[in-house]
């Protein structure tokens, strides 16, 4: 990732763009919601509480904390609840308080936290909070001794909290649990409040395991201009802690150069840690003695990469800037619950560039746009930075959070502009690789009914599809991570992905996506109206996967809907056609679970020869009544045998392998679900 990150802060430098250096020690508060809220706790002159309440979102987003050691910070830090109840019938109870089912028996809730083993603060953490009430604060004040006047509230604050004794763990716990049981006699924020005094702890789990955290943030009630909980503090704080790392800096003439031909001078000590959506903390390297492996190389910790104070200042400020919350979708953006996307032009441009969306790492209200809008407006903005885009690389890398302590770069690769340019067109070429295939689905508008057509996946969806694993019912209970999610990006931008990755997806779409394509094609072909919500949204992009894998291996729709795998999906899906019209007729509109030509379709897929087999003893009574049906439907029926008679005919001379392989499958597949525009209602997009 340092490598990564420095080429980064060139091309940052070149464009004239200086990320806001944060001093290393000052870090980002825990992310904050409205179920795990931080908490501000105003002090009083006298060192007694005068509030508590939870901070907004947006306020908690710009507050930092300085954090010297490890746990160890101040104005901001984590705090166990007062107590600790963990029995079944307790903890039920006070969630109906929490949830206002109830209101809380303030009596039965103190004797419960006057038992013997309530108190949920022990002797480790009252010394984590010796040194965040006393050594931290103390610090601060002495780096920060010549704040402006109007940041006096940051002053006042230390002198105030400093006040308490050497107890001062006692003391505050003391404090918060008079204020917290004065709240519960009142009725306006008292119940969200519930939360610091009481910890609901699991029976199963050991006491000093279990003890439960929350963020709070220290302010003042009587602040002038500037409270402590502001940006601007905040970056006043910022800006003494740096002077006062650069007055103690001892300049030693260091002849070396690190591993980027900078200085090596500040080489020593673990590099910083940046704070990134979804991952979390993430240190920018991490090597430790502990770990006996780095001894194979006889060097340890800085010695193993030598990286020294400058080249960490970029790095860090790299980062920061590639994150920002307002790059989401432009520098970075979500693939899951553990990964993210960055990616970016070696030339910055002065536009703004959607790149990572283009991708598939969109913002999360972004979900209605389509890959073709993207490509497009990313094309447009790369043409204007270069007279040829050949001459412009683009970056992209991923990190995945592997365990609490460990993230790793699992994908980099760079490109070139024109590449992506190329590659776009292909995509959409392979996944219009298909037939017409309509689905009647639920609108927007309650009851509304639309012809809703396949879309273009973005590249990151091809991993969240293929890993879908459906059963025939149409549900998708499970997710197989058989296929990396970075697997799509390569696919678009590696011109020999062909060889290399086509045969792979292509059988796991098969293993996977096969009951997602029969229930498909036994919904459409008894008029059902499908849901395209959650997971069901798959199947408006399964289809356009099978067309551009096939694409991919030169298998295009112009010739493998002339070949006999296709053509005996078409004969199976006519066949439920003709089986869903004759239900409706004869058998009053009741169809069965599963038609006639579904039925068949694994048969099909194994056999060609022996599913057409079954399905001629099968179907002659269906066709019997077709040619003598005289009801409403009788053109439909019409039409029904004149389709099988087509694909009989070109079927009359297809060679049929014994077994499929699974490119024949997929072509079966699309087939199957391929639709009729001749008898189909004027489609209407979504």
């Known amino acids: 990732m340092l490598n990564e990150l420095y080429h980064l802060s060139i091309a940052l430098e070149r464009a004239g763009i200086t990320p806001f250096n944060w001093h290393d020690d000052l870090t980002e508060l825990p992310n904050a919601n409205d179920n795990k809220p931080c908490y501000r706790i105003s002090i009083n002159s006298d060192a007694s509480i005068s509030d508590i309440a939870p901070m907004q979102k947006e306020l908690v987003a710009c507050l930092r904390k300085w954090e010297p050691s490890n746990g160890n910070s101040f104005p901001g830090f984590n705090i166990q609840p007062l107590y600790r109840l963990a029995d079944e019938d307790k903890r039920k109870r006070l969630k109906k308080w929490k949830d206002g089912k109830e209101p809380v028996d303030r009596t039965l809730l103190k004797q419960w936290c006057a038992e013997g083993k309530a108190k949920n603060w022990d002797a480790k953490f009252d010394k984590k909070m010796d040194k965040c009430l006393g050594t931290i604060p103390r610090e601060l004040q002495e780096k920060c001794a010549d704040i402006p006047n109007d940041f006096s509230a940051l002053k006042n604050i230390i002198e105030r909290i400093t006040k308490l ?156 800037w590639l994150r920002d919350k307002e790059r989401e979708g432009e520098t970075w953006g979500r693939v899951d619950g553990k990964e993210l996307l960055f990616a970016y032009p ?178 459409l072909h008894s008029d059902a109206v499908i849901k395209l919500d959650g997971f069901n949204k798959h199947k408006q992009l399964m289809p356009a996967i099978l067309g551009l894998l096939l694409w991919t291996v030169g298998i295009g729709k112009e010739n493998y809907m002339n070949n006999s795998p296709y053509l005996v999906g078409r004969m199976l899906k006519v066949a439920d056609e003709l089986h869903a019209v004759y239900c409706k007729e004869v058998r009053k509109n009741n169809l069965p679970p599963q038609l006639l030509g579904n039925a068949l379709m694994v048969a099909a897929l194994d056999s060609p020869v022996q599913a057409l087999a079954q399905l001629a003893l099968r179907i002659t009574p269906y066709l019997g009544w077709a040619r003598t049906n005289a009801t409403e439907s009788a053109g439909l029926s019409r039409y029904v045998l004149k389709e099988f008679g087509l694909i009989e005919i070109k079927l009359r001379d297809a060679v049929f392998p014994d077994r499929l392989n699974d490119s024949a499958r997929a072509q079966l597949l699309l087939g199957y679900i391929s639709g009729n525009t001749q008898i189909d209602e004027p489609a209407k997009n979504s």
């Open 165 to 320: 004794g050497d107890s001062r763990s006692a003391e505050f716990f003391q404090s918060l649990d008079s204020y917290l049981w004065r709240s519960l006699e009142k009725d306006d924020h008292s119940l969200t409040l519930l939360t610091i005094l009481v910890h609901e702890g699991a029976s199963s789990r050991r006491p000093e395991d279990d003890r439960g955290s929350l963020s709070v943030f220290l302010d003042v009630p009587d602040w002038k201009e500037y409270p402590v909980a502001s940006k601007e503090t905040i970056k006043v704080i910022n800006a003494q802690l740096l002077k006062s790392a650069s007055a103690d800096k001892v300049r030693v003439v260091d002849k070396h150069e690190d591993a980027f031909g900078l200085s090596s001078s500040g080489m020593s000590g673990k590099l910083p840690g940046v704070k990134l959506p979804v991952l979390g903390h993430v240190s920018l390297r991490a090597m430790t003695s502990e770990s006996l492996c780095q001894y194979r190389y006889g060097t340890i910790d800085e010695r193993s990469f030598r990286i020294g104070a400058d080249s960490r200042k970029r790095v860090k400020g790299a980062l920061e």
């Open 346 to 523: 070696a030339v910055i441009p002065t536009a703004t560039l959607t790149l990572a969306a283009c991708f598939g790492a969109r913002k999360t209200d972004d979900t209605e746009a389509r890959f073709e809008n993207y490509a497009k407006d990313v094309v447009n903005c790369l043409k204007g930075m270069a007279p040829s885009l050949k001459d412009i690389e683009l970056r992209v890398f991923s990190l995945r959070k592997m365990d609490k302590a460990r993230t790793k770069v699992i994908f980099h690769r760079n490109y070139s502009a024109q590449r992506l340019a190329d590659a776009a067109n292909e995509w959409q070429q392979g996944c219009s690789n298909i037939p017409t295939i309509r689905m009647k689905a639920w609108g927007m508008e309650k009851g509304a009914v639309i012809f809703a057509e396949t879309k273009t996946p973005f590249p990151l969806q091809i991993a969240d599809c293929l890993n879908r694993l459906w059963k025939l019912d149409g549900t998708s209970p499970s997710e197989v991570k058989s296929i990396p999610n970075t697997v799509g990006i390569e696919l678009l931008l590696d011109e020999f992905a062909a060889q290399r990755q086509v045969p792979h997806l292509l059988t796991v779409a098969l293993q996977n996506g096969k009951g997602l394509f029969l229930s498909l094609g036994n919904s």
